[in-house]
């Protein structure tokens, strides 16, 4: 019961952040937004960087299961893939750009380091999963997943169609190619 409670005050947390920005949210209004008193955050976190760092981690969970773990399961169908992987984009937008201002603070950058080293393995293993579903190489994919990885995160963060547009037409392209490649082997 206890972990599910620390969940839902990440979570809490984590909206106010997004809402309010790293650098206007208080220890007092997060407080405020668990309806707790002033001080009620240190009953789940010994220090507002703990709250911050377990809640840049919760984004960065977020933006995966919002974008990347629906992206894989339409890979086949890359038209449909994209459309909807840049809208999602677009609602989580605020997301990345809260993960994004932790990561630029030199404040956070010991704390995030093993929370991006464990994104990262996480982008080898969807990489896999891509191969796995395009019945190719997983070095062959590899690239495009982290150009398509690369390009979303850029346009959350920029809210730019010139960051997002010719980096998928490269990895559609390769998507086809390579379903093309297990048509003709099959």
């Known amino acids: 019961m206890e972990q599910e409670r620390k969940k839902e005050v990440v979570n809490i ?3 106010h952040f997004i809402h309010k920005g790293l650098s206007e949210t208080s220890t007092r209004s997060l407080s405020s937004a668990l309806k707790l008193q002033n001080a009620g955050l240190y009953y789940y976190f010994k220090t507002k960087d703990e709250a911050v ?4 981690e919760e984004a960065a969970l977020r933006l995966e299961n919002a974008l990347i773990v629906p992206a894989i399961k339409e890979i086949t169908n890359p ?3 994209f459309r909807r992987l840049k ?3 677009d609602k989580m937008a605020p997301t990345m750009k809260f993960l994004v201002s932790v990561c630029s603070d030199n404040k956070y950058k010991d704390g995030m380091k093993p929370i991006l080293d464990r994104l990262t393995e996480r982008y ?5 999963m891509v ?3 395009l019945k190719c190489g997983k070095l062959d ?5 982290y150009i398509t990885i ?3 995160s850029n346009y959350m963060v920029f809210c730019e169609d010139e960051f997002i547009v010719p980096q998928m037409k490269l990895v559609k392209n390769a998507i086809i190619h390579f379903a093309n490649i297990c048509a003709d082997a099959g």
Do not use: F, N, S
């Not at 760092?53 to 840049?56: F, N, R």
């Not at 080898?124 to 896999?128: E, F, L, T």
């Not at 994919?141 to 997943?145: A, F, N, S």
């Open 124 to 128: 080898d293993y969807y990489a896999g």
């Open 141 to 145: 994919i590899e690239p495009y997943v």
């Open 87 to 89: 809208a999602m984009a």
């Open 53 to 56: 760092l377990l809640c840049a």
């Open 13 to 15: 947390c984590l909206d």
């Open 79 to 81: 038209d449909l893939m």
């Open 131 to 133: 191969a796995q579903k």
């Open 150 to 152: 690369t390009a979303v």
